[in-house]
């Protein structure tokens, strides 16, 4: 995981990891105050052959809610693909940006991404006070 903080409020949280067959890893990272996860990009190498589930969260308290809302599938898979998710999903203090990575495979490892750009000045509110000559 790393981290990139940006002077206008917008930062990267980057998940990368190697996850090894018939794992399960799960990677988080703190949010400091509150933010809004602006867009999550999952990129999958070549090879996983849809045998990595990845699964983008924010957690609440005890629990964890989804960052994409899924349809069908319940998590994201695929081989050599990277998906980009545009949204606008509220995190308070304290909560954590995650996610979950399942390797079905249970010969092979294989390796995966996560970004989520995460705005601190509130993504619309940035917009509204640039528009009537705020910072």
Do not use: C, W
Not at 108 to 128: C, K, P
């Amino acid at each position: 995981m790393s981290i990139f903080d940006g002077s206008n409020g917008r930062y990267s949280v980057r998940f990368a990891e190697t996850v090894e067959p018939g794992e399960t890893v799960e990677l988080t990272e703190e949010v400091s105050r509150d933010a809004t996860v602006e867009r999550v990009t999952v990129r999958i190498y070549l090879g996983a052959e849809l045998d990595l589930r990845v699964r983008p969260f924010v957690t609440e308290s005890q629990s964890r809610r989804p960052l994409v809302v899924y349809q069908g599938k319940q998590y994201i898979d695929g081989d050599n693909d990277v998906y980009e998710f545009a949204l606008s999903e509220p995190v308070a203090g304290g909560e954590s940006i995650g996610v979950e990575v399942e390797n079905r495979d249970g010969t092979n490892s294989y390796d995966f991404s996560m970004t989520a750009t995460v705005d601190h000045d509130g993504g619309l509110n940035r917009a509204v006070s640039a528009l009537f000559g705020g910072a």
